[in-house]
């Protein structure tokens, strides 16, 4: 029984070894103060193995609970991630990326389930080389962005709560924006000690990610 599904889950000897073959293509350009990157892959997957509802339930507690088995299919997955870095001076700098995953099952057309949502993140950082008796100082300010992100069926994994929205759990999930700040430096000489102090959610924003299995 998995309490974080809330669902037995069954596995599968029958299943065949996965198979991926792969093609990345990828550019980089750089100068005295900007840089950039992109990768974009392609990967075609012979028995990807994922997690699937069946039709059949297991009595648990007095009450009938579904159970997922794991099956595979062949499929592709693409994607491309893109990142990149300005220096404005000596002591400031800009930083962002970006990254897009697809995912489909090639026997059905659908979408492959549990593919992550697109997301960006832009940061700047203040980093001047000395400040009072800490070294390397920074201060950093981040914005990450998470788009919407909607179930590939009915039979993917907490797929249930777009059955009953008014059920634990969710299942697809909305967009969402993250502000960060952080900072930190080294102190000492002899020995120095590496310091760096961070809030990922400033604004204590309520947010579910698509993959998190506590959903």
């Not at 889950?9 to 029958?14: K, L, S």
């Not at 870095?85 to 026997?107: E, Q």
């Not at 069926?153 to 634990?168: I, Q, V, Y």
């Amino acid at each position: 029984f998995r309490p974080v599904l809330g669902s037995f889950v069954e596995g599968n000897p029958m299943l065949r070894s996965e198979r991926s073959y792969s093609m990345e293509a990828s550019a980089r350009w750089q100068s005295s103060r900007v840089s950039f990157s992109s990768v974009a892959y392609h990967n075609r997957l012979n028995g990807y193995v994922y997690l699937e509802k069946s039709e059949r339930t297991r009595e648990r507690d007095r009450t009938q609970v579904p159970i997922y088995v794991n099956t595979q299919t062949d499929g592709v997955v693409r994607g491309i991630e893109m990142s990149g870095t300005a220096a404005v001076s000596r002591v400031l700098s800009i930083d962002g990326n970006w990254s897009v995953v697809r995912g489909r099952n090639r026997a059905t057309g659908e979408a492959l389930p549990l593919m992550p949502a697109d997301q960006g993140r832009l940061s700047v950082r203040y980093s001047p080389q000395q400040l009072a008796w800490v070294g390397t100082p920074y201060v950093e300010s981040s914005v990450r962005h998470v788009r919407a992100k909607s179930i590939a069926s009915l039979t993917e994994p907490f797929a249930d709560a777009e059955r009953n929205p008014m059920g634990p759990g969710v299942g697809s999930t909305d967009r969402y924006t993250l502000l960060a700040i952080g900072a930190g430096g080294r102190v000492g000489t002899a020995n120095p000690i590496d310091i760096h102090l961070a809030i990922e959610n400033l604004l204590d924003t309520a947010y579910r990610d698509f993959l998190d299995t506590l959903k």
